[in-house]
């Protein structure tokens, strides 16, 4: 199970304020099962590692075998909550034996036209995400990667698409129903960036070979783990340590982690607790960055810029791999004193410096240490940043399962592209 550590607070949240805390955010997690809180439509994701469909699960499995046998190429159309789950999962665990790409998740010529290069003489199949059916970035992408796909395959097509959206609504689900798609399900309750773990990121990462099943089983040991109602429990403790470091002027939370393949996790978080909190004038800024490259860059801005930032690092422990650093006779490089060591041992003494320099320069550091890299500790990973978000948007007081601010943009492109 994965650790929070708030040591490297000391100086700016105390353990008698966490403590003072304690009501407030007992009130934020009932709300999550109060019919009348803000936004009680949208909590399905709370107990979805227990309570999915058992047929669909078994259904995403049926379907992501037969993609893998029959195509060298998935390609997975969605945006924001469509797609940054499964993304995130497919940069920390590669697709075994088939090409995963994603498209939709842009208006860029240029990405889509690298996305049908890579299927250009190609087996390959399509599964389009959208919650809603309408969105357009995807609509406009499965639009072009459909004409390409009956192009190819004539009246086969119609077995090579597969599309997750809403049960009943939807563009997307009367034209999949039309042409005899087979669909599954984004279930009501659970909004677009709380979907990691319903068909919307399951059926991509099992197409890529990854275990599901402990994917969903992190997520399940963490729904036990986190339920629990007092101050032990870490989702508290993160959530009240986040607001408390807000309300005193840290008003960005910088996702860091020391993995390069953690990087979409961080986007998944950006859009998780940006939508989710940034409303009503409120809201910590969410952001992300990679360490130790970003020491490189960014690091002179934590160490020494305006104060008004704290990190949240995640920190991997067994990445499953090592690289022991070689002697050297000429010991040119004055690095004869790490010789036999392992590069993770490096690694760590720079996570153990930076939560120092951090700490001692006024950024003070949250720690989520994971034990290893595993979907089953993804899982768990996934799920505890939902519910801790989901506990922190009703401590500030917001809705944390809407996204009213996103239409503002849509409603202004969609005047100038003269819909009628
Ligand atoms: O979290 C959300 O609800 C949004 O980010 C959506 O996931 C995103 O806009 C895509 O929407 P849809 O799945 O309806 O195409």
Redesign the pocket.
Known sequence: MLKLDLSNLEGAVSQEQLTAMTAEVAAAHDKLYDPAAPGSDYVGWVRLPEDYDKDEFARIQKAAAKIRSDSDVLVVI?????YLGARATLEVFPAQGIEICFAGCSLSPNELNRVLDKVRGKNWSINV????GG?TE?AVAFRVFRDALVKQYGAEANRRIYATTDKARGALKGVADANGWETFVVPDDV???YSVLSAVGLLPIAAAGVDIAELMGGARDAMTAFDRRDMSNPVWQYAAARNLLYRQGKKIELFCTYEPSYSFVGEWLK?LFG?SEGKDGKGIFPASAQFTTDLHSLGQYIQDGERHLFETVIYVDDTGCDVAIPYSDDNGDNLNYLAGRPLSFVREMAFRGTLAAHKDGGAPSIVIRMDKMSPRALGELFYFFELSCGVSGHMLGVNPFN?PG?EAYKKNMFALLGRP
């Open positions: 969605g945006i924001g909550g469509s995400i959208s919650k809603s969105t995807p909004g677009g960036r859009q939508e996204q996103v």
